[in-house]
T-cell receptor, first 112, second 115 residues
Framework: QKEVEQNSGPLSVPEGAIASLNCTYSDRGSQSFFWYRQYSGKSPELIMSIYSNGDKEDGRFTAQLNKASQYVSLLIRDSQPSDSATYLCAVVSSGGSYIPTFGRGTSLIVHP | EAQVTQNPRYLITVTGKKLTVTCSQNMNHEYMSWYRQDPGLGLRQIYYSMNVEVTDKGDVPEGYKVSRKEKRNFPLILESPSPNQTSLYFC??????????????FGDGTRLSIL
């Protein structure tokens, strides 16, 4: 059973701070990792993907991957109230069907 | 505008009455997939398709059928719906990229209630 764990939150941060969202996964064969943002009542949006150990930056977002420790994180710099949403982590294993396994999501609240 | 369109957005129906949720994308994407989202369980893939006439089961395919006769359309069929299929459903599409079957664009969702 492949598992992807996220703290459900809510994670509350002040505007302008760095929000740090974490995700751990159980399958050591996992090769691809994704972060989605889902506003309340809306569909998920893909915001980041990462495949190699280390950091990947895209604007205010940084994804960090550590395969040895089996975790992936998302940092949001200069957090804004518009970043308030649920963030979903998804993990795909190599081989076979590439069916993504999603975490249950972390709720982020950025307060002014 | 690039989009994935699902219909209907909301549906209340009764046990056993066959229904179809349509999904269409205008991005010429090869991959399409269906997910259900339930509180406390997260998103789970029902079926996916890597191209026309090529479909395969996701993690929770029981009670569902799909078809992919045209590249743009990927309907989800519930032939005999049951209350445990009450959920929020999303269709997704993606282009050929580094990872197959990774959803890039989601539809707006279909909230399905089966009484």
């Amino acid at each position: 059973q492949k598992e992807v764990e996220q703290n459900s939150g809510p994670l509350s941060v002040p505007e302008g701070a760095i929000a740090s969202l974490n995700c751990t996964y159980s399958d050591r064969g996992s090769q691809s990792f994704f972060w989605y943002r889902q506003y309340s009542g809306k569909s998920p949006e893909l915001i980041m993907s990462i495949y190699s150990n280390g950091d990947k930056e895209d604007g205010r977002f940084t994804a960090q991957l550590n395969k040895a420790s089996q975790y992936v994180s998302l940092l949001i710099r200069d957090s804004q109230p518009s970043d308030s949403a649920t963030y979903l982590c998804a993990v795909v294993s190599s081989g076979g069907s590439y069916i993504p396994t999603f975490g249950r999501g972390t709720s982020l609240i950025v307060h002014p | 505008e690039a989009q994935v369109t699902q219909n209907p957005r909301y549906l209340i129906t009764v046990t056993g009455k066959k229904l179809t949720v349509t999904c269409s994308q205008n991005m010429n994407h090869e991959y399409m997939s269906w997910y259900r989202q339930d509180p406390g369980l997260g998103l789970r893939q029902i079926y996916y398709s890597m191209n026309v006439e090529v479909t395969d089961k996701g993690d929770v395919p029981e009670g569902y059928k799909v078809s992919r006769k045209e590249k743009r359309n990927f309907p989800l069929i519930l032939e005999s719906p049951s209350p445990n299929q009450t959920s929020l459903y999303f269709c997704a599409s993606s282009s050929v990229g580094q990872v197959p079957n990774q959803p890039q664009h989601f539809g707006d969702g279909t909230r399905l209630s089966i009484l």
